[in-house]
C-alpha cells in the first residue's frame, strides 16, 4: 500500500472519529462541521454536511433535493427540503459554485448530522470529476497551488471547538458561538453570565446572546473552569463558528490562557504553510499539543479580470454591509478566495484612523459641521431589524401579491365580548371549557379564532408555496405581528382552532411579554401558517400587509368604526372593521380568497359561532 494512500485513509479515519464523537455528545458546535473544503485529486471541491437547522436536532431526513447535479448554486439558495425533529425547512447554501454530486438519495431518513451529504464543485468544469466521489475517498491536500508561482498551504481538518495552540498549552477546549436558531449565521454577546475562573457545569449560561429573533441564553454542555473570554460584552455581528471562549478541566491551567488569542483558533479559510506535507495535523483534546515547526503569512493572489470572483459568503456579506468593492481585493483564502480578513484589511487600509467613540453616529463618516451636525443621528442595525428587513424584501420581490378588502360588522361581537368580561370581572362562571375565571378578552381574540375557525372552512389558504407542489396544512397555527423595540416578531398561537377564546387571550399575551423582553424560544416563532397583522388599536382604518413567506397569507385588520347602516329597515350606527387579505397569488386564487372573507365575515359577525 503507497503511502500516500495510507495518510489519506488516516486523515478520513481522524475527521470521521471526530464527527462521530461530537454527534454522540451532542456538542453545539457541530453546526459549523457542515462544510468541508478539500483540495486533492479530485477537482477543488465542498463537501457538505447535513447541518443543525435547530438547536435540538440531532439528526433528519431529506424530503426532497432542490438543487440537482450540475445546477449552479449561490449563497440564500435552496439546497433541500430537511425534515427535522420540529418541522420541514429550508436548508440554505452558505458557499457559491456548482452541484456534483447527491451523497445521499432524496427519501433518506434519520441521517445524522454532520454526515456528508453532498458535494460542491467550485467551478462547473469540475463536475464531471466528482462523479465517482465517495465519502472519505478525499482528504485535504498537503499543498494547494493558489497560482503557479505561488505556493500554498495545506488546510488542514478543524474542529470549531478544538484548536491547535501555537504554544504548549494544557488540555482545553476552545468553543465557538453556537446557532441557537435555525436561521442564526451571526449573533451579538449581549452580556456574559460566567468570568475567567469560574466553574461551569451542563446546564449553566455562558452569556446572552441576541441572535435574529430574540435573545437566548447560551447553555453550557460540558463541565470545566472557564480559561479565557475571546469576545468581550457587547461584540457584535460575530459569525456563527467564532472561537468565543476557552473551557478547561483542571482550575489550576486557568493562568496558562491569559494570553490566549482568537488566532490561535483561526477558520479554517485561514491557511497556514505546512512546513512538512507529509505530517497529519488532527485537532485533539487530549494532552498538550506541540507547535509547528514554522508559519508563513498566506499568500494573497488577485483576481484576474474577466474571471469569477470567489469569495466565503461572510466575507460578500461584510463587503456588502461596509460599501467595499471585491473587485480588486486580494485573496489569501484557497485558490485565491477572498475571505472575511481579506474585506476587513482593505476597508481599514482605505479608511482614515478615528478615535474610538461609545456614540455609534459619531463615527459616521461626512459627518456635517455646524448646526447641520445635530440633525440626525445614525442607529445601527440589530440583528431583528436587519432578518425582517431582507425577508419582506425578498417577499415583495418574489411573492405576486394582490389584495382583497371586506367590511365586517362587530356590534355582536362587540357586546359578547363585553358580557364575557363583565362575567369574569364579578367573578362569576362563563361557562366556557368549565374555567370559573378567564383573562379579559381583546377584540384581537375573536379575530383570531374567527380565522382559525375559517382556516378550517377554507383550508387552501392555509397552505404554502413550493416549486413541485402547495403544502396544504392540517394544523392551524396563526403567527401574531408583534411590536417589540428591536422589531417585528411573529409568535404563534399553534392549533389555535382547538383552542378556546380564554386560552388564545391568555397564550397571546405570554408571547408578547416574551417578545416584547427578547425571550422567544425557537419553537414560539417558528412553523406558523398563516398571520394576521392588527393596528386597529393605533387608529389605522384599514392598511395592506406582505406576506409572511413561506405562508401564503396574512390577513391586516383596521379599526372599529362607526357606520350608519340599514338594520331592520332602521338607520343606525354600527361598528365595522376593514379588513384586507394579502394572497400569495400562486397558491390562493382571487375566488379563492374572496371566499375565505366571506367565511370570516359570517365567523365574525356571529361570534355565538367561535365558542363551539
Same mark, same amino acid.
Given at each position: 500500500?503507497?503511502?500516500?494512500?495510507?495518510?489519506?485513509?488516516?486523515? @478520513?479515519?481522524?475527521?470521521?472519529?471526530?464527527?462521530?464523537?461530537?454527534?454522540?455528545?451532542?456538542?453545539?458546535?457541530? +453546526?459549523?462541521?457542515?462544510?468541508?473544503?478539500?483540495?486533492?485529486?479530485?477537482?477543488? /471541491?465542498?463537501?457538505?454536511?447535513?447541518?443543525?437547522?435547530?438547536?435540538?436536532?440531532?439528526?433528519?431526513?431529506?424530503?426532497?433535493?432542490?438543487?440537482?447535479?450540475?445546477? +449552479?448554486?449561490?449563497?440564500?439558495?435552496?439546497?433541500?427540503?430537511?425534515?427535522?425533529?420540529?418541522?420541514?425547512?429550508?436548508?440554505?447554501?452558505?458557499?457559491?459554485?456548482?452541484?456534483?454530486?447527491?451523497?445521499?438519495?432524496?427519501?433518506?431518513?434519520? &441521517?445524522?448530522?454532520?454526515?456528508?451529504?453532498?458535494?460542491?464543485?467550485?467551478?462547473? =468544469? #469540475?463536475?464531471?470529476?466528482?462523479?465517482?466521489?465517495?465519502?472519505?475517498?478525499?482528504?485535504?491536500?498537503?499543498?494547494?497551488?493558489? @497560482?503557479?508561482?505561488?505556493?500554498?498551504?495545506?488546510?488542514?481538518?478543524?474542529?470549531?471547538?478544538?484548536?491547535?495552540?501555537?504554544?504548549? %498549552?494544557?488540555? /482545553?477546549?476552545?468553543?465557538?458561538?453556537?446557532?441557537?436558531? !435555525?436561521?442564526?449565521?451571526?449573533?451579538?454577546?449581549?452580556?456574559?453570565?460566567?468570568?475567567?475562573?469560574?466553574?461551569?457545569?451542563?446546564?449553566?449560561?455562558?452569556?446572552?446572546?441576541?441572535? =435574529?429573533?430574540?435573545?437566548?441564553?447560551?447553555?453550557?454542555?460540558?463541565?470545566?473552569?472557564?480559561?479565557?473570554?475571546?469576545?468581550?460584552? #457587547?461584540?457584535?455581528?460575530?459569525?456563527?463558528?467564532?472561537?468565543? %471562549?476557552?473551557?478547561?478541566?483542571?482550575?489550576?491551567?486557568?493562568?496558562?490562557?491569559?494570553?490566549?488569542?482568537?488566532?490561535?483558533?483561526?477558520?479554517?479559510?485561514? %491557511?497556514?504553510?505546512?512546513?512538512?506535507?507529509?505530517?497529519?495535523?488532527?485537532? $485533539?483534546?487530549?494532552?498538550?499539543?506541540?507547535?509547528?515547526?514554522?508559519?508563513?503569512?498566506?499568500?494573497?493572489?488577485?483576481?484576474?479580470?474577466?474571471?469569477?470572483?470567489?469569495?466565503?459568503?461572510?466575507?460578500?456579506?461584510?463587503?456588502?454591509?461596509?460599501?467595499?468593492?471585491?473587485?480588486? &481585493?486580494?485573496?489569501?483564502? +484557497?485558490?485565491?478566495?477572498?475571505?472575511?480578513?481579506?474585506?476587513?484589511?482593505? /476597508?481599514?487600509?482605505?479608511?482614515?484612523?478615528?478615535?474610538?467613540?461609545?456614540?455609534?453616529?459619531?463615527?459616521?463618516?461626512?459627518?456635517?459641521?455646524?448646526?447641520?451636525?445635530?440633525?440626525?443621528?445614525?442607529?445601527?442595525?440589530?440583528?431583528?431589524?436587519?432578518?425582517?428587513?431582507?425577508?419582506?424584501?425578498?417577499?415583495?420581490?418574489?411573492? !405576486?401579491?394582490?389584495?382583497?378588502?371586506?367590511?365586517?360588522?362587530?356590534?355582536?361581537?362587540?357586546?359578547?365580548?363585553?358580557?364575557?368580561?363583565?362575567?369574569?370581572?364579578?367573578?362569576?362562571?362563563?361557562?366556557?371549557?368549565?374555567?370559573?375565571?378567564?383573562?379579559?378578552?381583546?377584540?384581537?381574540?375573536?379575530?383570531?379564532?374567527?380565522?382559525?375557525?375559517?382556516?378550517?372552512?377554507?383550508?387552501?389558504?392555509?397552505?404554502?408555496?413550493?416549486?413541485?407542489?402547495?403544502?396544504?396544512?392540517?394544523?392551524? =397555527?396563526?403567527? *401574531?405581528?408583534?411590536?417589540?423595540?428591536?422589531?417585528?416578531?411573529?409568535?404563534?398561537?399553534?392549533?389555535?382552532?382547538?383552542?378556546?377564546?380564554?386560552? &388564545?387571550?391568555?397564550?397571546?399575551?405570554?408571547?408578547?411579554?416574551?417578545?416584547?423582553?427578547?425571550?422567544?424560544?425557537?419553537?414560539?416563532?417558528? #412553523?406558523?401558517?398563516?398571520?394576521?397583522?392588527?393596528?386597529?388599536?393605533?387608529?389605522?382604518?384599514?392598511?395592506?400587509?406582505?406576506?409572511?413567506?413561506?405562508?401564503?397569507? &396574512?390577513?391586516?385588520?383596521?379599526?372599529?368604526?362607526?357606520?350608519?347602516?340599514?338594520?331592520?329597515?332602521?338607520?343606525?350606527?354600527?361598528?365595522?372593521?376593514?379588513? $384586507?387579505?394579502?394572497? =400569495?397569488?400562486? *397558491? *390562493?386564487? #382571487?375566488?379563492?380568497?374572496?371566499?375565505?372573507?366571506?367565511?370570516?365575515?359570517?365567523?365574525?359577525?356571529?361570534?355565538?359561532?367561535?365558542?363551539?
Amino acid at each position: 500500500m503507497s503511502s500516500g494512500l495510507v495518510l489519506k485513509i488516516a486523515r @478520513a479515519a481522524a475527521k470521521e472519529s471526530i464527527l462521530a464523537w461530537a454527534a454522540v455528545n451532542r456538542l453545539p458546535w457541530l +453546526p459549523a462541521l457542515s462544510n468541508s473544503r478539500f483540495f486533492a485529486s479530485y477537482p477543488a /471541491h465542498v463537501v457538505l454536511n447535513m447541518p443543525s437547522l435547530s438547536p435540538t436536532m440531532t439528526q433528519g431526513n431529506i424530503t426532497k433535493w432542490r438543487k440537482q447535479p450540475g445546477d +449552479p448554486v449561490a449563497p440564500g439558495q435552496i439546497l433541500a427540503e430537511v425534515e427535522t425533529d420540529k418541522a420541514t425547512i429550508e436548508w440554505e447554501a452558505q458557499e457559491e459554485g456548482f452541484l456534483a454530486k447527491h451523497l445521499v438519495a432524496e427519501g433518506t431518513a434519520d &441521517i445524522e448530522v454532520g454526515t456528508p451529504v453532498a458535494v460542491l464543485a467550485e467551478e462547473a =468544469d #469540475g463536475v464531471a470529476g466528482l462523479a465517482s466521489f465517495s465519502p472519505g475517498a478525499s482528504s485535504p491536500s498537503a499543498a494547494v497551488s493558489a @497560482a503557479p508561482q505561488h505556493s500554498a498551504a495545506a488546510p488542514s481538518p478543524r474542529s470549531p471547538t478544538m484548536s491547535t495552540p501555537q504554544v504548549q %498549552l494544557p488540555q /482545553h477546549q476552545v468553543l465557538n458561538m453556537p446557532a441557537l436558531s !435555525p436561521t442564526m449565521n451571526s449573533g451579538s454577546i449581549v452580556e456574559w453570565k460566567k468570568k475567567v475562573g469560574d466553574s461551569v457545569a451542563p446546564g449553566d449560561v455562558y452569556c446572552e446572546v441576541e441572535t =435574529d429573533k430574540a435573545t437566548i441564553s447560551w447553555e453550557s454542555q460540558e463541565e470545566g473552569f472557564i480559561a479565557r473570554i475571546l469576545l468581550p460584552d #457587547g461584540s457584535k455581528d460575530i459569525e456563527v463558528g467564532t472561537a468565543a %471562549l476557552v473551557l478547561v478541566d483542571d482550575k489550576e491551567a486557568v493562568s496558562a490562557f491569559a494570553n490566549f488569542k482568537s488566532m490561535d483558533a483561526a477558520p479554517v479559510e485561514t %491557511l497556514a504553510a505546512a512546513p512538512a506535507p507529509a505530517v497529519v495535523e488532527v485537532p $485533539t483534546i487530549v494532552g498538550p499539543v506541540q507547535p509547528p515547526a514554522s508559519t508563513e503569512a498566506p499568500t494573497a493572489t488577485l483576481v484576474a479580470p474577466g474571471s469569477r470572483l470567489r469569495a466565503s459568503p461572510y466575507a460578500r456579506k461584510l463587503a456588502a454591509e461596509i460599501g467595499a468593492t471585491l473587485t480588486g &481585493i486580494s485573496g489569501t483564502g +484557497p485558490e485565491g478566495r477572498i475571505v472575511a480578513a481579506d474585506v476587513q484589511g482593505a /476597508h481599514v487600509a482605505e479608511t482614515p484612523a478615528v478615535k474610538p467613540t461609545a456614540a455609534p453616529a459619531s463615527a459616521a463618516p461626512a459627518a456635517p459641521k455646524g448646526d447641520l451636525a445635530a440633525t440626525f443621528v445614525d442607529l445601527p442595525h440589530n440583528q431583528i431589524r436587519r432578518v425582517v428587513a431582507r425577508r419582506l424584501l425578498e417577499s415583495k420581490q418574489t411573492v !405576486p401579491h394582490y389584495y382583497l378588502t371586506m367590511e365586517c360588522k362587530v356590534d355582536e361581537m362587540l357586546k359578547l365580548r363585553e358580557r364575557i368580561n363583565a362575567l369574569n370581572s364579578a367573578g362569576q362562571k362563563s361557562g366556557m371549557g368549565g374555567a370559573a375565571s378567564i383573562p379579559k378578552l381583546s377584540v384581537n381574540d375573536f379575530i383570531i379564532k374567527a380565522a382559525a375557525k375559517t382556516l378550517k372552512e377554507v383550508p387552501g389558504v392555509n397552505a404554502s408555496w413550493f416549486p413541485d407542489f402547495i403544502r396544504q396544512y392540517n394544523n392551524v =397555527d396563526i403567527s *401574531v405581528a408583534v411590536q417589540t423595540p428591536t422589531g417585528l416578531q411573529v409568535p404563534i398561537v399553534k392549533n389555535a382552532d382547538l383552542k378556546s377564546l380564554g386560552a &388564545i387571550s391568555a397564550e397571546i399575551r405570554a408571547l408578547a411579554s416574551k417578545a416584547k423582553e427578547g425571550k422567544l424560544l425557537p419553537e414560539d416563532y417558528v #412553523g406558523g401558517t398563516f398571520t394576521v397583522s392588527n393596528l386597529g388599536m393605533y387608529g389605522i382604518k384599514q392598511f395592506a400587509a406582505i406576506v409572511n413567506p413561506p405562508q401564503a397569507a &396574512i390577513m391586516a385588520v383596521g379599526a372599529t368604526t362607526p357606520v350608519v347602516a340599514l338594520v331592520n329597515g332602521v338607520a343606525k350606527e354600527v361598528p365595522t372593521v376593514l379588513v $384586507t387579505l394579502s394572497c =400569495d397569488h400562486r *397558491v *390562493v386564487d #382571487g375566488a379563492m380568497g374572496a371566499e375565505w372573507l366571506a367565511a370570516f365575515k359570517a365567523q365574525i359577525e356571529n361570534p355565538l359561532l367561535s365558542l363551539f
